[in-house]
């Protein structure tokens, strides 16, 4: 699979562009504030109906302008397959494939599998526990359907849970019969979300580990930990011992909702002893081995995008970075960078054909 086509319209700064691209490496160079980013954000959004870096869909329309529009061209195996994704102030995002318009955009999650590297991943080490809950559950629904509609109705039980813990406290009145309904269902949901989170790190943890010694040389030992209520205790057993606890907050304070990742290196939180490096390379190795479980398990391989992976990596992780990419076990590549000449040196070794965009 490759993205052959590219059109972009009032998508955030970029006013009307197009781009034919290589089916294996393409790089976009040139100064911060020009685009390079919005490129690559705009793959992301055809893969994924979203922004990887703003979530609000309005704020992706460009400034003074009604509606933003990204079309995309894939060779798919033997077919080809367009993409369109737009939206119009006042209307709900349109997402459509081969002219016909998706219901629901978690249909299409999974069906065009992609992997971004990108400095704002940087907040999976720094933000919150749903930050990294996001990563989790990103990485198995492209390949899972059932968790990810598993997850979308947990998330929807867990809200009617929490409103209806606000509607006893607010009426000082408590009903356990009509609680134990929604409970239920949490527990059915929460127990398959938990098992399938389990299996996945079992499976992905090695592949990371694999990844990180590659990239720093096997200099540093790091770890990656699924952490979860769950692991002690049912979330059946979890929601009753935690009942007065959640009237008292009015909100449900247990669940697979609370789940984390915790990333180490030498057993310390990389978040605290690691450098920028090491972390950097961290972040790397987990969205490198993200890309492997992906193609082995969903038999496509992904499109990666690199944004600006080459800042703050010394020259020997540059050039580990470069020998994974350079197998055949790698599809189509996109590249930004702020220096043309070190990024044309960089692809060059790959000894694969590669086409510079000079964005002005």
Known sequence: MHLQKLSLVNFKNIESQSFDFQSKINCFVGDNGIGKTTVLDAIYYLSFAKSYFNPIALQNIRHG??????????????????????????????????????????????????????????????EGSDTRRKFIDGVI??????????????????????ALLKYFAANRTFDALNLKIYDEQLIRYGREIYEKR???????????????KLISQQKEQVQLKYVSQLHEQSLEGLLASSLERDRSLQYTSVGIHKDDLSFEIEGYPIKKFGSQGQQKSYLIA??????????????????????????????????????LVNGDEFGQLFITDTHADRTEAVVKKTQQAYEIFKLN
């Open 65 to 126: 302008e009604d509606f933003f529009m990204i079309e995309g061209t894939y060779a798919l195996q033997d077919r080809e397959e367009k993409i369109l994704c737009s939206m119009k102030r006042g209307q709900k995002k349109i997402l459509k494939r081969n002219d016909k318009v998706y219901e629901k955009f978690s249909e299409h999650i999974g069906q065009l599998p992609l992997v971004i590297i990108s400095p704002a991943d940087s907040d999976l080490i720094v």
């Open 141 to 162: 629904s492209q390949q899972d359907k059932n968790y990810l509609q598993n997850l979308i109705q947990y998330n929807k039980v867990l809200s009617q849970r929490n």
């Open 198 to 212: 389990v299996a996945f790190l079992r499976d992905f943890t090695p592949i990371f580990n694999e990844k990180y």
């Open 286 to 323: 987990l969205k490198l081995a993200q890309f492997e479980f992906i193609k082995k398990l969903g038999h496509i391989t992904p499109i990666l995008l690199l944004d600006d992976i080459f800042d703050k990596l010394d020259e020997h992780r540059v050039i580990q970075i470069v020998n």
